[in-house]
């Protein structure tokens, strides 16, 4: 088994491309990877929130994962989305993960039964999982998705198992990024989903960030990344703000819908969004055109 | 193609019963539908939260909704769950349900991006699978499940499609309930989720029920409706009074898992729950026996 | 002492006049209540939520408390809204309204201490009050304003003090007002202060309301019981619709200030609100103008 | 007028001392006071939510406010908290404030009738307190007690007002601190109200804090402060750590009844808190001497 890489730094969670018959495109897939490969992205996670995982079918999913991993540059780390709503399933998908090359599985809460996913379901469901899967696991809590927050208690319970290898908290509270960290042993990493405060996580003891914004703009949230990591507190700060409305705007509103538009504005290819997801209305795609600009004009100076 | 049959009265979402291997297993099933065939029950719904559906494979989802057109008694009105997270998903498990049978098919809400299922982007859906459909569909919503609520301005404009029969709320709020009937045309039904207020929604002019707790308590489900429906005011309060402690506990607290449980008491076969999903605890337990214990003292007066 | 009277029926939470110098107008509360005085409604709530309590000072409180004896008529029952956030400020404010010749007191829950207000500190809070209180208390559950909802089993609990008269239950939630009923010993009386939700809160075994929707309509309110009582279910079904689009646009919606609105529109005084509260904006004063046509055309027919 | 002093650095929000028959004591005020003053505490808040404010009399507030500004040192800033229900008493408030000697006008959002509370009913309400007051005023926004957000355009609105000095956010969100200080115009302080996240919030231009636990804490708050301020990054993180416990269990579970008990241990004054709110029970005082003997042990070190 070769060594595990640190799961530290930016991962951009992909996007999945569909052509214009709602197809998976793998072309426009290489594409866009052969411009994040150049970047000095961590690495990427695929069939997440971003990547509508939950819009494909298991053949789409096999298919997908499988190109990524042909075409990802060999210093990026891979990591699948793998969870189904059973544990069984779950497991399954885990392990062809696994098969195809992937390094790493960020699992999500199962969630539809919501009331009944105690602390204690969620626990026997990490454990199983991690016990059965041939990579670590990364617990993946997105409460605005799910309506399930994994929080600290568990997460020192789950920290424990030595398969389990992080989290990776979407819940944008830099509290409870805090809480993680200091209740969690040692090795166990905490990455956060929200680029709104990622300066401020590093900031509390996150190793870094899974984010939707390093779709669009992965120069930037590297650049975030590393300035915190080096003490530049005064400039950090100042590139967070700056980033702060590309992140709402381009994660917290309108999710993938407004990533893929903002793609195809950056000469990424982005296309479009599988039904029951729709196109972007015209007020926001003008809104999205500003804030673009804007950021363009001042990388310029 | 046969006369429409009316949406009214009490349906039970049935369980889908698992054998201890975790399989389905089809003689139990046709063991229950041999009990609730000989009662007044309008009729079943199959693959809905309480049968565990978002935990089945499509394979299982098939099998099971085929033994089920066979078993039940002709007089039931077959409705299958035939919503999944695509709008296209949805239309092809809402057609094979037509070809094996069923009569009308219950789309619940698509909703893992909650932000973004906005009145717009649910109308489209419902009015695309509406028009796809060769059976009359049921609009389904579940918050407590999915976060999302369809209110009373989206219902009005859908009630006007010739295809959507009505919709099954599981809000349990009684004012929505009439708002519901309020806004919509004369023939669109106005179904509940929660035996709990059932007979207050029956008053503000709701159809009927879709109704865990008859699972357990079909007779039980089916004298509210009627004490309701024929103005017998005081006794169905006070049916409504003795119905609600095992509605709360049955239905709102544990969901499936307690209702197999209490199924296994009455004689019904109601076996384990599919994990991530757990067996109750002790304290349910007795607490469930307590409840079927004074259940039927009562009824044996 | 005398007998007390039976908390049955519609009472009107009356609103408070002030004058365009922000004064206490007690001529126009004068007027108002000589209309008031010829309906069937059972009685009257002074500085309830809607009478703009929070805004009164303790002076004009007890020249308004006093006004109200003096003008309301025999046949009313009065009833003071009495809560200040401490437990001896209430007490005193209680024994005032008592001296003062009102029947009952409206204890609305302390709140701004949320998350300490568990139902240990509610309950020994209710103690305390309703032992020091000469005339019966009322609970006053009303989330929307204090985020604090008096559930059941304290009620079970409160329901057996003898100088506990009932509870006011704002939360608009038929399951809750039924198990409220079903809880409480027998004659503790179940109000409830949704307009909305009346006709089946009646069913359920509510006793009447608090409904401010009776100020500008006590007729129609009044009317709406006695058809529930009588067991005319079709017609009081048939009002309880009609009455529900004014109920959620001058009550839920804007509070009081669309209350003040619609009363000068139909020959009550209403008046200003007092400030931080601000007139109604053009938009929905053509919408309130719009409801009440229509409610006048349809009485007129 | 005396420059304006800045609002930087750590603001303890003081108890307010009762005896045991419920008196206000000034006594135990001056000498709690007599211990902060040898601190780098920046200042104090008199009559905020942990003085119990809503609790007390307006004689009592004023009796107050007298007493502490003749017992502070002359380098602390001294802030009231001045808000009532209603504009004008809110105004007379500040006012008397003010003229005691006061230096800032700490005002919290009117919030009975939330849902009237709307930004452009909140800009008017700052706007007629701001004009009408000869001290600066701090906004307070404190969801947790009001449920009521003052959120960023509004706050942007309000800071172009030369008489509005800063907020006091008391949301603990991270996220907010940061987008206040961006849309703030450049001298508008963003104090935060969570010791929890008191270190972030500096990280991303918080000014500083009026924090609860600074009552039992004094010290251990400034040396948080100062580390952060010197860049101190990996200090000020482990001491942000040690602190969150305490801030949990002292400030937002059990509000000012835990921080009297705390203060009782640590050599302050406590005392009892005021009715409806109840002495602290056995196992949250076992669980406070723990928490309070595990920071000495680590002190003396």
Redesign the interface.
């Known amino acids: 088994m070769p060594e595990r890489r640190e799961l530290r730094g930016v991962f951009a969670p992909l996007t999945t491309p569909f052509d214009s018959d ?1 197809h998976l495109s793998l072309p426009r897939l290489r594409q866009n990877l052969a411009r994040y490969n150049a970047t000095r992205l961590a690495g990427y996670v695929i069939t997440g ?1 971003t990547g509508e995982a ?2 494909l ?1 298991w053949a789409e999913t096999e298919e997908l994962w499988a190109a990524v991993v042909e075409a990802a540059a060999a210093d990026k780390i891979l990591i699948a989305g793998t969870a189904a ?5 779950t497991i399954l998908r885990t392990r062809r993960a696994a098969d195809l090359g992937f390094e790493v599985a960020l699992v999500r809460t ?1 969630h ?6 105690t602390p ?3 626990a ?2 990490y454990h ?1 999982v991690a016990d059965a899967s041939p990579i670590p696991i990364l617990i993946y809590s997105i409460p ?2 799910t ?1 399930i927050t994994v929080e600290a208690p568990l997460v020192e319970r789950l920290s424990e198992h030595p398969n389990i290898a992080g989290i990776k908290d979407s819940s ?4 409870r990024a ?2 993680l ?2 209740v969690a042993r040692r090795n166990f990493r905490v990455l956060v989903g ?1 680029a ?2 990622f ?3 590093l ?3 996150a190793s870094g960030g899974i984010l939707a914004l390093a779709d669009a703009l992965p120069e930037a949230c590297v650049e975030l990344y590393e300035l915190s990591m080096a ?1 530049k ?1 005064a400039e950090a ?1 100042a590139l ?2 700056r980033i ?1 409305p590309a992140s709402k705007a381009l994660v917290s ?5 407004s990533m893929k538009y903002a793609l195809d504005r950056l000469g990424y290819y982005g296309g479009p969004v ?5 196109p972007l209305g015209e007020v926001a795609r003008r809104e999205i055109d500003e804030l673009l600009a804007a950021i363009q004009a001042r990388a310029a100076k």
Chains 1, 2, 3, 4 share one sequence.
Request: proline letters at 3%.
């Open positions: 709602d929130s939950i819009l079918s709503e059973t544990t069984k399933e199962p539809y039964y919501q009331s009944q996913m204690e379901v969620l026997d469901y199983r605005q998705y309506g944008g509270s830099v509290q805090a809480e960290v200091s929200s709104s405060t300066f401020a996580a900031m509390v003891g003490g507190i700060r967070q703000e702060l509103r309108w999710g993938a819908t599988r039904e029951p997801l729709r």
